[in-house]
Nanobody
Framework: QVQLVESGGGLVQAGGSLRLSCAAS????????MGWFRQAPGKEREFVAA???????YYKDSVKGRFSISRDNARNTVNLQMNSLKPEDTAVYYC??????????????WGQGTQVTVSS
């Protein structure tokens, strides 16, 4: 059974940093595209960042220059380094994995989410 488990969320002041991690189990995602979405209260889930084989990265415009996605294939994990956080970054962050090499807006696998709260 495939599982994606996020960690690293929490409460941080505006301007601070957090690092989210997503650990995959049940299969190896070494060559699969993986990414992060987020959902704020009362809003739709939105794309944040993704990484596809070998190391192509994609970002939502509002996080470019502040967020950085990376992967550790040896540990079957994908990370999201979030710097210069803003209150509008507050949301539940979800890890997702595609079934293949190409990133998609409808990934097949999802984690349960981790809360990120940025105070002003």
């Amino acid at each position: 059974q495939v599982q994606l488990v996020e960690s690293g969320g929490g409460l941080v002041q505006a301007g601070g940093s957090l690092r989210l991690s997503c650990a995959a189990s049940g299969r190896t995602f070494g060559s699969n595209a993986m990414g992060w979405f987020r959902q704020a209260p009362g809003k739709e889930r939105e794309f944040v960042a993704a990484i596809s084989w070998p190391s192509n990265t994609y970002y939502k415009d509002s996080v470019k220059g502040r967020f950085s996605i990376s992967r550790d294939n040896a540990r079957n994990t994908v990370n999201l380094q979030m710097n210069s956080l803003k209150p509008e970054d507050t949301a539940v962050y979800y890890c997702a994995a595609a079934s293949g090499l190409i990133w998609t807006t409808t990934p097949e696998y999802w984690g349960q989410g981790t809360q990120v709260t940025v105070s002003s």
